[in-house]
């Protein structure tokens, strides 16, 4: 234990240190660092997937669950699809040093705000292990440290992302360990990490909801987190068919494992019998499995398709599904889709197809999640995606960033005053 505990505190204590530095280190260098990582994972690619492979092959014998065997893996285009967010990243405008809100006072004192980096980011995260490299490179650009503690799931996945990541930053001279991955997989070492607040100034949990809730249970710093990505797409009577049909396939079917794919479809009344077979043939391709309610399990079972249709329980209404699984209701009126979502959200995203512009508008105004759409999927819901390059996590919370958590929901302010000799009287 003396052993583990060791580790964090050496590797807390230097991150911090070095996040001291980081604000002096210029943005042509921030940048270089990200050049150097984004060049890197492309060009120790294999290396990279052969790590990835141990642990895929580990997690699959284990029994892991097809969700989360998703999320761990890493393939080529994924690494492609890691280099070129970094990229994004390097190319957004720098946030640390921004002044804003500068104004003159009646006493003559000028007055305003600057951006700074946060100072040390912990994140825990279990199973992805692109997130070593999103927050990372998020934290590099915005003058923070961090320490990473991933799960033993990816511990080779992301000890190999390490070492691409720490290697390039040290060619381009970034201050000597911002960048720490904690490399003991002991469970132990979650609790100890979330009582440093002298060494942590803000952490964010990534995974399931055991996890989030342990980790807004037991830390002393602040927390950013997210939840269980419970998504709605409602159908409004005067919803585009054809659009429609679109935006819940690609929400649905797309990438069904993560947090912001769609798992309930609520659908107007007067457009249900003409949409729901047609949406239904689409996501059949796919083998979608149907949850439905009375009126929905009628329409589609007279539509004569060979779907698989599951009578709905209210076990399903609030549910992340993270599979080919979507529930499915019939509504009356917007009023009992927004009640219902109200109900059974999580916060995360949400959206209303609708060619009625005051239908949409009050969609977007009522609606309480992070991400509220109008006409398209809620697939969207992702950092890169927002052309923020990467994120953090996704936050459900209102305090202090909500959505997709990138470069300024990472940094802080302080006053700068300029005067001639005031004083107060």
Not at 68 to 91: F, N, P, Y
Not at 384 to 394: D, H, K, P, V
Request: with cysteine; net charge negative; hydrophobic share 45%.
């Amino acid at each position: 234990m003396e052993a583990i505990n060791a580790e964090l505190e050496n590797k807390a204590k230097a991150v911090k240190a070095a996040s001291k530095r980081m604000v002096n280190v210029a943005t042509p260098v921030k940048n270089q660092a990200l050049n150097n990582i984004a060049a890197d994972l492309i060009s120790k690619c294999d290396d990279i997937l052969a790590a990835n492979k141990i642990d895929y092959s580990e997690a699959e014998a284990s029994g892991m669950n097809a969700a989360m065997l998703d999320r761990l893996l890493l393939t080529a285009e994924r690494i492609q699809g890691m280099s070129k967010d970094v990229l994004t990243v390097a190319a957004l405008p720098d946030p640390i040093g921004e002044v804003m809100e500068m104004h003159t006072l009646d006493n003559g004192l000028i007055i305003g705000k600057k951006r700074i980096p946060l100072g040390v980011i912990g994140a825990i995260y279990e199973s992805r292990p692109n997130v070593t490299v999103d927050i990372a490179s998020l934290c590099i650009k915005s003058g923070n440290g961090c320490i990473l503690r991933g799960g033993k799931e990816t511990i080779h996945s992301n000890m190999a992302l390490a070492k691409v990541i720490q290697d390039a930053i040290k060619r381009a001279g970034l201050p000597d360990g911002v960048v720490q991955v904690i490399e003991d997989i002991d469970r132990s070492l979650v609790n100890r990490m979330l009582k440093m607040s002298d060494y942590i100034d803000m952490v964010v949990p990534r995974g399931g909801a055991g996890l989030i809730k342990f980790v807004k249970d037991n830390a002393v710093m602040p927390v950013v987190a997210g939840g269980i990505g419970v998504c709605h797409t409602y159908i409004d009577a005067a919803a585009d068919i054809e659009k429609a049909v679109k935006i819940v396939y690609n929400a649905k079917v797309q990438r069904p494992t993560v947090c912001n794919a769609l798992d309930s479809l609520l659908v107007h009344k007067d457009i249900a019998a003409s949409f729901l077979p047609k949406v239904a043939a689409e996501m059949n391709k796919a083998s979608v499995e149907f949850h439905c309610d009375e009126k929905s399990m009628e329409i589609l079972k007279k539509s004569g398709q060979n779907l698989k249709l599951v009578p709905a329980v209210e076990e399903d209404w609030g549910k992340e599904f993270l599979a080919l699984i979507i529930a499915v209701k019939v509504v009356s009126l917007l009023d009992e889709a927004l009640e219902h979502i109200d109900k059974y959200g999580s916060g995360h995203s949400e959206a209303i197809v609708s060619e009625n512009y005051d239908s949409a508008m009050r969609f977007l105004n009522e609606v309480d999640a992070a991400c509220v759409y109008a006409n398209a999927s809620t697939r969207f819901t992702d950092g890169s995606q927002f052309g923020m390059g990467a994120e953090l996590g996704i936050s459900t919370q209102k305090m202090h960033a909500r959505g997709p958590i990138g470069l300024k929901e990472i940094t802080s302010y302080k006053w700068i005053i300029f005067g001639n000799g005031q004083i107060r009287g």
